[in-house]
């Protein structure tokens, strides 16, 4: 089992070290535009399963459109570190605005 990083770290393996088959590799040979295409699509996939009263399908459309977000991530040369580094930000920003409204609420 993975965890995202480890499958952000699987996805610059094989851009790194392309592997004949892989279908990582097929979208990095495609390049951006059809890794785009791919995201827009999963995205959307994402929206009309959670529609469904079904969850398991929610579940399976958010781990493609993941691995989706992985590969464009690396395409990009965005480094999985700084989507860490962007949410401990907020993780700041959201304990402070909290307080602001506790005060506000006194
Ligand atoms: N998590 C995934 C993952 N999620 C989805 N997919 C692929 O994404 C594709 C999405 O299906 P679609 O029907 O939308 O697309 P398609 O018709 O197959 O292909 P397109 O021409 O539309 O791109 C499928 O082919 C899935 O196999 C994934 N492929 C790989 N991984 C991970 O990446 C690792 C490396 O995979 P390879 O690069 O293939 O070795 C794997 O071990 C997995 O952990």
Do not use: C, W
């Amino acid at each position: 089992m993975q965890n995202l990083e480890e499958l952000y770290q699987l996805v610059l393996k094989r851009k790194e070290n392309p592997k004949e088959g892989s279908y990582t590799d097929y979208l990095f040979t495609k390049g951006l535009d059809k890794i785009l295409k791919k995201v827009g699509e999963e995205s959307t996939e994402v929206i009309v399963a959670s529609k469904n009263p079904d969850k398991s399908e929610l579940v399976y459309e958010t781990a493609d459109l993941l691995y989706h977000l992985m590969v464009l991530l690396v395409e990009q040369g965005v480094g999985f570190d700084e989507i860490k580094v962007e949410l401990a930000k907020r993780e700041g920003l959201m304990s402070k605005t909290k307080d602001r409204r506790k005060i506000q609420d006194l």
